[in-house]
């Protein structure tokens, strides 16, 4: 399995981006949770948001709670993290991760499959 993420980049404060998490043509993500986590210079790897495996429920970090959206292309097989009124310290690698969890899945130790991540930077 090979977990892409793409959409990152740099952005102003207030702005927004989309990132998104592509998989292996031959796996599929729909039965799995899906993550995005990030990590800053200098500090631990955090859960931003995360969809259940079974009930699709999302999962927001307290800070990204009403700024971000996780939602799943299965047509596409690809979820994505829309991003928006971005603050400087969203600023981080932004990594997609495949696991299984009916309920909330913001733990990284719920995660098998990692991608390579994506650079988030926040700045004016």
């Known amino acids: 399995l090979q977990l892409v993420e793409s959409g990152g980049g740099l952005v102003q404060p207030g702005g927004s981006l989309r990132l998104a998490c592509g998989a292996s043509?031959?796996?599929?993500?729909?039965?799995?949770?899906i993550g995005w986590f990030r990590q800053a210079p200098g500090k631990e790897r955090e859960g931003v948001s995360c969809?259940?495996?079974?009930?699709?429920?999302?999962y927001y970090l307290g800070s990204a709670q009403g700024r971000f959206t996780i939602s799943r292309d299965n047509a596409k097989n690809t979820v994505y993290l829309q991003m928006d009124s971005l603050r400087p310290e969203d600023t981080g690698v932004y990594y997609c991760?495949?696991?299984?969890?009916?309920?909330?899945?913001?733990?990284?130790?719920?995660?098998?499959?990692w991608g390579q991540g994506a650079q988030v930077t926040v700045s004016s």
């Open positions: 969809i259940s495996s079974r009930y699709d429920t999302p």
């Open positions: 991760a495949v696991g299984y969890s009916d309920y909330n899945c913001l733990r990284a130790s719920v995660y098998d499959y």
């Open positions: 043509a031959e796996f599929i993500l729909r039965p799995y949770a």
